[in-house]
């Protein structure tokens, strides 16, 4: 004959372990998922310090190229003034940087005869 007092007990444990079950597997997910977080989190700040690394000598070839044409640019410009002082006026920029020394000289002397 079958014992009802047995059948509950037995009920009862299986209730038991299933929940015991539950609750282990939800400590699992949250632990895997904790390790996962903190995984993700070291690679995150692994590719970011690599990407301020990459940024940086991004950077240094950047500003050379912006000195390098920077450079070829006032060149070019210098040039062009020249060529165009020279075409309009006759004079080259050596003359002019000449003619203003001379005239700074001219203007001193001036000055001093001035004060006697």
Do not use: W
Not at 38 to 56: C, D, I, P, Y
Not at 85 to 110: F, H, P, W, Y
């Amino acid at each position: 004959m079958i014992n009802p007092i047995k059948m509950i007990g037995s009920a009862k444990s299986v209730g038991e372990t299933s929940v015991r079950n539950v609750v282990l597997a939800s400590l699992g997910a949250y632990s895997k998922g904790y390790e996962q977080a903190s995984m993700a989190q070291h690679m995150m700040t692994k590719q970011f310090g690599e990407l301020v690394s990459r940024g940086g000598e991004v950077e240094t070839e950047l500003t050379e190229r912006v000195q390098s044409t920077k450079k070829m640019v006032f060149g070019r410009a210098e040039s062009q003034f020249n060529q165009t002082l020279n075409s309009t006026c006759g004079i080259d920029r050596d003359r002019m940087g000449d003619l203003e020394a001379k005239i700074d000289r001219l203007q001193a002397a001036v000055e001093k005869l001035a004060e006697k």
